[in-house]
């Protein structure tokens, strides 16, 4: 009888461990699939909804990683498009709506390899790249919008004002102090627009 129980308790501990290792199989597992997930809810949280570039967050924390890793200058581009309201009141806020996911896809663009794009703002963006030609960048920006609206068959133009900055060894600015110093220029810029946004 002792020997009957003593081999029932060993088969009970036996099977407790094959089912404890099963559970540790699947809580190992679970913590994997939980892992992949709060990774991508982490992406999703930095990447803006309506146009798939990156948010103000993903942004900030990019153009960041970005100063913190680069020796030379980063060039910082703060861009607002022109005449939203009027878009908006005229056409309709899909069209809006359009323009602003237009603005997205021309940055993202233009900026892919060297740098980074996200919407920062309502219908306020920002890039910062790895250039020292920052002349060409924005020609580079204002001429991929002349030639959407020469051939959109849009019955508005989509503009854009920009202004930029650097953050390097010699201009000792953050990243916030450059997008300020960044919109202040834009600023001046954004008073010359024209607020004729119909195309002729």
Not at 15 to 35: F, G, H, I, M, W
Not at 38 to 46: E, F, V
Not at 135 to 148: G, M, S, T
Not at 149 to 162: F, G, L, M, R
């Amino acid at each position: 009888e002792f020997l009957v129980n003593q081999l029932s308790s060993a088969a009970k501990m036996i099977d407790l461990l094959k089912t404890n290792e099963k559970v540790q199989q699947k809580l190992e597992e679970s913590l994997a699939v939980l892992k992949e997930n709060n990774i991508a809810l982490d992406n999703l949280s930095r990447i803006d909804a309506m146009t798939g570039i990156l948010n103000r967050r993903g942004f900030m924390d990019a153009a960041q990683k970005m100063i913190d890793r680069k020796d030379g200058t980063v060039y910082v581009i703060y861009v607002d498009m022109n005449n939203l309201k009027i878009i908006n009141d005229r056409y309709g806020h899909e069209e809006g709506d359009y323009s602003l996911k237009l603005i997205a896809d021309i940055l993202g663009k233009t900026v892919e390899g060297r740098g980074v794009a996200g919407r920062i703002g309502g219908d306020e963006f920002a890039c910062a790249l790895d250039y020292d030609k920052e002349d060409e960048v924005l020609q580079e920006i204002y001429h991929q919008f002349y030639l959407h609206n020469q051939s959109s068959d849009k019955p508005y133009n989509v503009t854009v004002s920009a202004g930029t900055s650097k953050v390097d060894e010699e201009s000792g600015l953050t990243l916030q102090h450059a997008l300020t110093q960044a919109d202040e220029g834009l600023y001046h810029v954004k008073m010359l627009r024209s607020k004729d946004v119909a195309k002729e």
